[in-house]
Every structure is written in structure tokens, then in C-alpha cells.
């Protein structure tokens, strides 16, 4: 199994622009997540899904959009990509709401917004 | 509104020394607590996790945590820590909140560790 991937796994975007990050998981998971992590402000809940066609909002949605098609894919878009936007990304999914289960972790995408 | 501490920003430890790192939460109710590690470069793995039973919970790499319930704390331990421990730790945990269940991190800690 290869787990949560990540795709990319760096980018540079300029002010404006858009761009979309893939997470994809193998596990079978329901609940999918992405987080960003920032310098001294740890983890932090952009969006996350109970189920395939679901979202919800976590702790900083602002700026972001997500989707979820499939059961295993969850997209991360960036409609007008801002420098407050650069961060480390990291997508995780898990079986159950977390209460019971841990959640697994992919590589993480670097971006950064000039 | 609920919180998860820690205490410690950056720990620097010579090879062999132990390691306590701290967390603390603030909630009155049921709670379940993680550790996780993240080594340089790569992504968040779970260390241990405590959902109910012995508070003492044992996790990978020889690492062990404790819950204490009238301290809200669940500090991670190591008696002897190694060069490759050196790694951001982090704790989670989950609370109740309405109908839902909520996960708070900590803001981590990183650990270097002197050969």
C-alpha cells in the first residue's frame, strides 16, 4: 500500500495565480483532511471529509475550495493564490473520526506564494 | 474553549539524556490523546495514542506517555534518547464538542539531539 500521497510535493505560484493539490489514499479511509503548518503555529484544519461528496469547513478555510469526487482522491484548490498562502500542506486521512483512530499522514506539499 | 499546550518550544539533548516533553489540555470531559512525530523531511507518524485503560501507554521506538487526569497532562517520556529521536513532536487531542468530536494540536516541539 502506498498510504496518502501527495502530489506536488513542491510549487511556486505567483500572486493570483490557481492551482490544485492531489491527495490520494489507498487505505479505503472515509474521513479525509488537509491541514497546513506554519512556523510556531503547528497544525491547523483548512477542510475535511466524512465521506466521498462531502466537505466541511475546519479551522481556516479562507481562500481554499475542496473537493471530493472519489471515495479516495481530495483536491485542494487555490483559486487566487495570496503569500499568506505559503505553508506546508499536509493531507491525512483516517477510518474513523478521530475519536477511535488515528489519522495517517502523506509527504506534505511545500508551496510558496511570491 | 478548549486548548492543548506545550511547553516546550526547542529541547536540545545530548545522546543518552531523557526526554519529558510536556502537554497539557484544558477540558473537563472525556479525552483522547495522541503523540505524533515528524522527522526532518518527511511526514507526521503516530507515536502512541491513549483512548482508555492504563495510563501508562507505550509507543514506538521505546517512547511511553502518561496520562494523569487530575493534571490534564500527558507528557511523553524516553529514558534515553538517541541522535535519530531528533524530530518536531507533537500532541493531539480529541475532544467532545456538541454532537462532534474535535482534534486540537499543540503547537509542537522540536527536539535536537547532540551525538
Not at chain 1, 46 to 52: A, D, K, L
Request: net charge positive; with cysteine.
Amino acid at each position: 500500500n502506498a498510504g496518502v500521497t501527495q502530489t506536488p510535493k513542491f510549487r511556486v505560484l505567483k500572486t493570483g495565480q490557481s492551482m490544485t493539490l492531489l491527495c490520494a489514499q489507498d487505505m479505503n479511509h472515509e474521513y479525509m483532511y488537509w491541514y497546513r503548518q506554519d512556523p510556531g503555529m503547528g497544525l491547523r484544519l483548512i477542510h475535511y471529509s466524512v465521506g466521498e461528496g462531502t466537505t466541511a469547513k475546519g479551522e481556516v478555510p479562507d481562500g481554499y475550495n475542496v473537493s471530493r469526487l472519489k471515495k479516495q482522491n481530495f483536491l485542494l484548490g487555490l483559486e487566487s493564490a495570496a503569500p499568506s498562502q505559503t505553508s506546508v500542506y499536509f493531507c491525512a486521512s483516517s477510518f474513523a473520526p478521530t475519536v477511535y483512530n488515528e489519522q495517517f499522514f502523506g509527504p506534505g506539499t511545500r508551496l510558496t506564494v511570491l | 474553549a478548549q486548548s492543548v499546550s506545550q511547553h516546550n518550544h526547542h529541547v536540545i539533548l545530548s545522546e543518552a539524556a531523557s526526554l519529558e516533553l510536556g502537554c497539557n489540555y484544558s477540558y473537563g470531559g472525556t479525552v483522547n490523546l495522541f503523540w505524533y512525530v515528524q522527522y526532518p523531511g518527511q511526514h507526521l507518524q503516530l507515536l502512541l495514542k491513549y483512548f482508555s485503560g492504563d495510563p501508562l501507554v507505550k509507543g514506538i521506538k521505546g517512547f511511553e506517555a502518561e496520562f494523569i487526569k487530575s493534571k490534564f497532562s500527558f507528557n511523553l517520556r524516553k529514558p534515553s534518547v538517541q541522535w535519530s529521536d531528533t524530530a518536531e513532536y507533537f500532541c493531539a487531542v480529541n475532544f467532545k464538542a456538541g454532537n462532534n468530536r474535535k482534534l486540537i494540536w499543540g503547537l509542537g516541539t522540536s527536539l535536537a539531539v547532540n551525538p
